[in-house]
């Protein structure tokens, strides 16, 4: 019996009942024979009652001291968990990012973990102890001031400790069952994953899947951790995501398609009457990259010979619209195009599988799917081993579940979708 | 110009206005040119959120992760103070009990102070910044745990801090305009006192007082800090507290009593039938002392010489009583004494003033007050500056008006006391 990390989320501890039920879960492990180390949010709201204060004081709080703040929720919540295992009879110490060894960027509000250096964990297990870690913080190598990882920075947390201590597995409990095929919310017959490749969880993650974080899953992959998804209030097996399919696990099988994922959290912007030379498009991404946005979608149309003249769009998240717009208007002079569209009705159905590079009937089962649903694509994108399109929003619901029926992931269906024979 | 420290409370920090109002105050300090250390205690009724929920979580909270938690409540208000100040166009730092250099022991709950090493705070007031300090709280020499100062630790941080960075003054903000001649709420026309003593305020603080902690003035007297305490609501003068006599200030004369204060959370133990002969004291106190118990007033009866047995009475905190009663139970066989008694409807009334020591008739005032009051006096003790003695819960704050009156401490009233010619 090895090492576990478990992560526990702010709704799983959201009062003294949760905190209470996840310590039993917490001991069970222990009892198990396991070494446990367990990373935790911040208790329910707290993390939003914190920034209403801040707001409450300071109309734009600064980076080091809200960090400061909003690292006080980990801190109630990790105390009380070791508090709750101790009155189980077990030993607990609680330890700040901090004292865990989560060293950081001074990046305030998103710093990035560049070292893990968990010495104390060691001996507290060594010791016999259950390690409670605060999720979500860090301390700058730099300065050693306090700092936080972001959203979802927890789980970053937890599978980073995974990798530092060489976890056997790196459990994520949460208020679902595991990853599903589609967002349940959206389709009804969505089905829980048994297990998802890294690289397709990486895929669903950067399309929109909220379950897991992006960069939590590339740290996972990275370091070779697997991660099992599941539930803290039902305690099923829910998802592994791992990079190799698990030798003997019966329950497992390589699916041609992992999932649909959906995202409407983005915008489109569309640059209109670019000169089609050498040089425009760099202009205005690097305009757009030097107000740092991210973006995600590119597409330029094709030049109207008798104009010269081109439209550029792409696609970003709605948080950073704005930003976009007035470093665009900034650079209007010199980049010399005629005028800028935004438009925050679009949304982005993405389809994700390994299978794909080798079943090439894939893209066209896709498109057929979507225009058979009366689904009009606007923007198409690819890689390896998934297809995202941009729509009207307003389609965005009924291309998921379209698309989830054509590709047989309901989970009542049994029948299989046949792929035609040209490829995409 | 020099550095000055300032301590607010948690009700001085109650809500975002609290807040908001201190930072005013703080930042008034700075532009008159002084480099400005904050001291802050957790918000209003924080800590007592965070104990109702560990008591949710587990009947007897662990020592560790009880400070664990605590500490949290100066997080949220130190990050909150230095977000406002910058609000107002000053920079400010917030810094943990471990981060500002305070080094204590390692028992939880209470720890005490042995090192203060607040480089970082140097640091951070040479740059230019107000540097917030979270009170109440360090970390251990030994473990690097974070640890509590227990009650009224951010006053002993404050003045730590202003002995390690040799601090013009300590500011002491509370609810309160300063030290007074009595508790006002119990003797209307209580003045405050514009200079004290710190031998005399050690006095006062032993006896009773609630304003200042005798850990604090202790420290302050050690290390020859002048404590100011006065009302962070008003912002009028309030009460020096120094070693020396401050040179040239006018608004101070050295009085020859400073007060008269009261205790009525003590109970008094009387050892009944303990056989008359060499080592029966020192056994009692020993078993007294083995459960970790502080005592205050002793008394021994004189013995009756037909039986060979006397009666020795001692006073403690009432929350030790049940604690001494264990312990002396236990020890009963071995000590050979008859019967306790526990009574904790007693109260304690002390006079303090470094003018004791030269007029020799304070005493016999003291006891003529009392008398003319029909205050019955049960155990008597004193000091080179202090009378205490011990009476009936219900005549106490008869009693303390009584004196407060007999000394001319009064506000309205410009009579003195005539001492008589007998010394005490």
């Known amino acids: 019996m ?96 901090s004292q865990a060894g989560v060293i950081t960027d001074s990046v305030h509000n998103k710093a990035r973990i560049i070292d893990v250096t968990p010495g104390r964990i060691r001996t507290a297990l060594d010791e016999g102890n259950i390690a409670i870690v605060a999720g979500f913080q860090g301390v700058s190598a730099d300065s050693k001031d306090i700092t936080t990882l972001g959203r979802g920075g927890s789980d970053t947390t937890a599978v980073a400790l995974a990798a530092a201590l060489d976890a056997e597995v790196c459990e994520i409990y949460t208020d679902v069952d595991g990853v599903f095929t589609a967002d349940p919310r959206v389709v009804k017959k969505a089905r829980k994953i048994d297990w998802i490749s890294s690289e397709d969880m990486l895929e669903l993650a950067a399309s929109g899947s909220k379950v897991l974080l992006h960069r939590c899953v590339e740290y ?87 104009t010269g003249l081109t439209d550029i769009s792409f696609t970003l998240p709605k948080t950073e619209g704005a930003k976009a717009i007035d470093a665009l208007e900034k650079a209007k002079a010199s980049i010399g195009f ?30 057929q799917a979507l225009s058979d649903a009366g689904v009009n694509i606007e923007l198409i994108s690819t890689s390896e081993i998934r297809i995202s399109v941009v729509t009207r929003q307003d389609d965005v619901n009924e291309a998921v579940r379209a ?22």
């Open 338 to 367: 005629e005028s800028l569209r935004y438009d925050d009705q679009i949304g982005k159905i993405s389809l994700v599988g390994a299978g794909m590079k080798t079943n090439p009937g894939v893209t066209a089962a896709f498109f």
């Open 2 to 97: 090895g090492l576990v990390v478990q992560k526990y989320g702010g709704s799983s501890v959201a009062d003294a009942e949760g905190i209470k039920r996840v310590a039993k879960r917490i001991v069970e492990a222990k009892k198990n024979g396991h070494q446990v180390v367990v990373v935790v949010s911040a208790m329910g709201d707290t993390t939003d009652e914190l920034i209403d204060l801040a707001e409450q004081v300071s109309p734009i709080p600064a980076g080091r001291e809200f960090d400061m703040l909003l690292t006080a929720g980990e801190r109630i919540s990790m105390a009380l968990l070791a508090m709750a295992i101790k009155n189980l009879g077990h030993e607990a110490q609680s330890f700040t990012g």
């Open 220 to 306: 996972a992959r990275r370091y070779n951790i697997p991660i099992h998804v599941r539930s803290s209030f039902s305690g099923l097996r829910g998802t592994w995501v791992s990079n190799e399919k698990p030798q003997g696990d019966e329950q497992v099988e390589h699916a041609i398609i992992s999932g649909v994922a959906h995202d409407v959290s983005e915008a489109k912007v569309t640059v209109v009457g670019v000169p089609d030379k050498p040089g425009e498009a760099a202009a205005i991404f690097r305009a757009i990259a030097d107000a740092e946005i991210n973006i995600d979608m590119i597409v330029q149309n094709v030049s109207a010979a008798s």
């Open 403 to 424: 698309v989830h029926t054509a590709f047989g992931l309901d989970s009542d269906s049994d029948e299989a979708v046949v792929y035609g024979g040209t490829g995409r």
